[in-house]
């Protein structure tokens, strides 16, 4: 099978003990429990060998599971060199903060006045730069909490809640515009309809017209 050729071109790039180990998409032709067994054992030998490994992928789960460093391109340019949680949690453009993590990043155009960020008349952080210009806030799924928790808030229309143990998936959109997940603590209390939620300051990112980290 495709799979099978797949895994055996890879146990031959690994025999010779090679100084430089490319792979280009090797998990592409694999099914999703085939994929994480072997994106794992690739990691195992990786570590073992200690051979310096090059690993192209466009999926971002692999990216983020298998390497030690990631270089996000965008159309043939580096956008950012860096540890993969470094990478999630700190992103300098747009492009990367969209890139990584599962569910998206949502998105929302924004107006900042004097380092204050306001998505409509929500007030949803604050910058050290005092600019006034327009630009984007991206929040991660689960940088939503109770309202009470802080002072930037956000109202959001939820439509479906999904209980999953200690946590739940909701499916918001904000003024009628596209859905986005969020992903909340079993502590996080919300309902159907309109929420009222407090923003993670440690979640949130602030971004120019251009895309670019403010």
């Not at 900042?112 to 984007?136: C, P, R, W």
Request: hydrophobic content about 40%.
């Amino acid at each position: 099978s495709g799979g099978q050729q797949q895994r055996v071109a890879i146990a031959r790039a690994l025999v010779k003990e090679p100084k430089v180990l490319l792979l280009d998409e090797p998990l592409s032709n694999l099914d999703a429990r085939l994929r994480i067994s072997t994106r794992e054992e690739i990691k195992r030998i990786q570590t073992e060998t200690g051979v310096l490994t090059i690993f192209v992928t466009h999926d971002q789960e692999e990216a983020m599971s298998i390497c030690d460093r990631i270089i996000v391109m965008n159309k043939g340019r580096v956008e950012e060199i860096d540890k993969p949680q470094e990478m999630y949690n700190n992103p300098k453009s747009l492009f990367v903060a969209k890139f990584l993590g599962v569910p998206p990043v949502s998105v929302f155009p924004c107006k900042i006045n004097h380092g204050e960020v306001k998505v409509d008349e929500f007030l949803v952080t604050k910058v050290d730069e005092l600019v006034s210009t327009s630009g984007f806030v991206a929040i991660r799924p689960e940088g939503y909490l109770n309202s009470d928790q802080n002072e930037f808030h956000f109202k959001v229309f939820i439509k479906t809640i999904i209980e999953q143990g200690r946590e739940k998936t909701a499916i918001a959109s904000f003024n009628n515009g596209d859905e986005f997940k969020m992903v909340l603590d079993d502590d996080i209390k919300v309902h159907l309809g309109e929420n009222t939620l407090s923003i993670n300051q440690n979640k949130i990112f602030v971004f120019d017209e251009n895309g670019e980290r403010i």
